[in-house]
């Protein structure tokens, strides 16, 4: 949970500087979700999951997963923003978006892309 909150907390602050530098809702979150993505892959890994096996048959397979959900969080990320952009602040659609996520996030990270039975 502290690793999440402190991703999350990364991009808000992500989101605000973007949008400060002039950049729309839409593109401040798309830049900000993928600088969270490589900080969660790793923390998660590491310390959520305690995960540190580094070996390429256990590596790749975790990226792989990994990377697909990634894919399809940033595309319902990016359609809830495109969505809801006009009807709430920018950090709430964002914050809306990731306690969605986080859902099947957390269930797909324990039972599938962190798990040690899966593959060892």
Do not use: C
């Amino acid at each position: 949970m502290l690793v999440g909150g402190a991703t999350f907390l990364l991009e808000l602050a992500i989101i605000v500087i973007a949008q400060y530098l002039g950049a729309r809702p839409v593109i401040a979150v798309g830049i900000s979700f993928w600088f969270g993505l490589v900080t969660s892959f790793i923390l998660q890994k590491v310390f959520s999951f305690e995960d540190r096996r580094t070996r390429h048959k256990v590596l790749i397979p975790q990226v792989v997963a990994f990377s697909a959900l990634v894919a399809f969080n940033f595309a319902f990320t990016i359609f809830v923003t495109d969505l809801l952009q006009h009807a709430l602040p920018v950090l709430l659609v964002r914050t809306l978006a990731v306690g969605i996520t986080t859902l099947w996030n957390f269930y797909l990270y324990k039972t599938r892309i962190f798990n040690r039975a899966v593959v060892d």
